[in-house]
């Protein structure tokens, strides 16, 4: 599971800067729990939380492709565009609370390698039943 690692590993380093952010920005503001009321606190929060939320579902089903014996670049592919996609996003949350085009493409980016993970295992499933 050596392709899964390569992306369990930098999604990690990943979710390990977004929280340091929220960790600086506890301290900066003096907030334990919660947001206190901080916009910046409550984005760095959300974009911690954005990472932590889609990143587990993500990297599970890039786990069972790579089980299913799934082309190494097949691999490549979506664990990149999943990785792109959550970088792109926690870029975008960090600059504005609203809409923003990181935001908008990451979470596009997330979406096509969840549905294309999810569509790719269900077809392998099928071809499987199948023979």
Same mark, same amino acid.
């Given at each position: %599971?050596? /392709?899964?690692?390569?992306?369990?590993?930098?999604?990690?380093?990943?979710?390990?800067?977004?929280?340091?952010?929220? /960790?600086?920005?506890?301290?900066?503001?003096?907030?334990? /729990?919660?947001?206190?009321?901080?916009?910046?606190?409550?984005?760095?929060?959300? $974009?911690?939380?954005?990472?932590?939320?889609?990143?587990? +579902?993500?990297? /599970?089903?890039?786990?069972?492709?790579?089980?299913?014996?799934?082309?190494?670049?097949?691999?490549?592919?979506?664990?990149?565009?999943?990785?792109?996609?959550?970088?792109?996003? $926690?870029?975008? %949350?960090?600059?504005?609370?609203?809409?923003?085009?990181?935001?908008?493409?990451? %979470? +596009?980016?997330?979406?096509?390698?969840?549905?294309?993970?999810?569509?790719?295992?269900?077809?392998?499933?099928?071809?499987?039943?199948?023979?």
């Amino acid at each position: %599971m050596h /392709i899964t690692g390569l992306y369990a590993a930098l999604s990690a380093l990943l979710v390990i800067l977004l929280a340091s952010r929220v /960790i600086s920005r506890r301290r900066s503001a003096r907030v334990g /729990i919660g947001d206190g009321g901080d916009k910046e606190l409550a984005k760095r929060v959300r $974009a911690h939380a954005n990472a932590a939320e889609t990143l587990p +579902i993500g990297l /599970i089903l890039l786990l069972v492709l790579e089980w299913n014996h799934t082309l190494p670049w097949i691999l490549h592919v979506f664990g990149i565009v999943l990785l792109l996609g959550r970088l792109l996003h $926690a870029y975008g %949350m960090s600059g504005s609370s609203g809409p923003s085009q990181g935001r908008v493409v990451g %979470m +596009i980016l997330t979406l096509i390698a969840l549905i294309g993970m999810s569509l790719l295992l269900l077809w392998q499933y099928v071809v499987g039943m199948l023979i």
